[in-house]
């Protein structure tokens, strides 16, 4: 069973870098089985989903237009982890932060994390 | 605003069928396949219809899903209190360079 959890700052000062990382379990990252990308979403308080990027096991990545500029995901297959890196963040980039696998392409997002606020304010 | 059309509410009395819909475009549910997810209050979302109309191993066969042109719909019959959740469709936009679009979700009240 795989089993995904987020890790990092709950709290990020305005125009720093918000830093997560995705630790995978009960699968690895490196085999590309099932065609897995990983991806971050997230949701803003009381809103809907927000899908930021995806990294192939290869390290190929493809990130949502609106996020790009800011936005880098990183692997680490050794440590069986996934990391996003979003600069220059505001209050709007407040939100449950949640790592995903996604089965095949485009596939579907069969594993979730738990997910993890991160409020953005001095 | 979102890409994909859901209504923000729907209710249902159980034992009812619910139905709920996904309107998207012609680089999006006109191109690919359609995700539903069920979101209970407080955790994450669950994947509930893959592949607009597959279910996952362990979801209840009440839940459905359908596909028409640019177009989704879930349905959920017999209906039952546990099922009150926010619910979401997701699929794969091919404009620009490709990324994954949700809808605005639709919050399920079992009354």
């Known amino acids: 069973q795989v089993q995904l959890q987020e890790s990092g700052p709950g709290l990020v000062k305005p125009s720093q870098t918000l830093s997560l990382t995705c630790t995978v379990s009960g699968g690895s990252i490196g085999s590309g089985g099932y065609g897995s990308y990983w991806s971050w979403i997230r949701q803003h308080p009381g809103k809907g989903l927000e899908w930021i990027g995806y990294?192939?096991?290869?390290?190929?990545?493809s990130y949502n237009p609106s996020l790009n500029s800011r936005l880098t995901i990183s692997v680490d297959t050794s440590k069986n982890q996934f990391s996003l890196n979003l600069s220059s963040v505001t209050a709007a980039d407040t939100a449950v932060y949640y790592c995903?696998?996604?089965?095949?392409?485009?596939?579907?997002?069969?594993?979730w994390g738990q997910g993890t606020l991160v409020t953005v304010s001095s | 605003q979102s890409v994909l059309t859901q209504p923000p509410s729907a209710s249902g009395t159980p034992g009812q069928r619910v139905t709920i819909s996904c309107s998207g475009s012609s680089s999006n549910i006109g191109s690919n396949t359609v995700n539903w997810y069920q979101q209970l209050p407080g955790t994450a979302p669950k994947l509930l219809i893959y592949?607009?109309?597959q279910r996952p191993s362990g979801v209840p066969d009440r839940f459905s899903g359908s596909k028409s042109g640019t177009s989704a719909s879930l349905a959920i019959s017999g209906l039952q209190s546990e099922d009150e959740a926010d619910y979401y469709c997701?699929?794969?936009?091919?404009?620009?360079?490709?990324?994954?679009?949700f809808g605005g979700g639709t919050k399920l009240t079992v009354l």
């Open positions: 997701a699929v794969w936009d091919d404009s620009l360079n490709g990324s994954w679009v």
């Open positions: 990294i192939y096991y290869s390290g190929s990545t």
């Open positions: 592949s607009n109309n």
């Open positions: 995903a696998r996604q089965t095949g392409f485009p596939g579907y997002f069969d594993y």
